[in-house]
Nanobody, 111 residues
């Protein structure tokens, strides 16, 4: 099993920045990617960013150039650096690894 605990969500104004963290413990596999997903109210959960083997990354078009995903392999912490936040970025952000999910952290972007 894998346990994931997100933190770092907050309310910010448009143009602001946040860094989300996800502490991952348990049966971590370097052969499986880790990702950040988000779910806005009334919508389905969607991929925001993913990091795979050899630190390869993949981003949703909506966040390219603004979000950056990284992994501290020594501490097993997954990060999502979010810059130039927009109201459309509002939602619950979840981290995922091997089909396991965290409980989510709320990000609200509003003036």
């Amino acid at each position: 099993q894998v346990q994931l605990v997100e933190s770092g969500g907050a309310s910010v104004q448009p143009g602001g920045s946040l860094r989300l963290s996800c502490v991952i413990t348990g049966d971590i596999s370097s052969f499986h990617p880790m990702g950040w997903y988000r779910q806005a109210p009334g919508t389905e959960r969607e991929l925001g960013a993913m990091i795979g083997s050899f630190q390869s990354t993949n981003y949703a078009d909506a966040v390219k150039g603004r979000f950056s995903i990284s992994m501290d392999k020594e501490k097993n912490i997954l990060y999502l650096e979010m810059n130039n936040l927009k109201p459309d970025d509002t939602g619950v952000y979840y981290c995922m690894h091997r089909a396991y999910w965290g409980q989510g952290t709320q990000v609200t972007v509003s003036s």
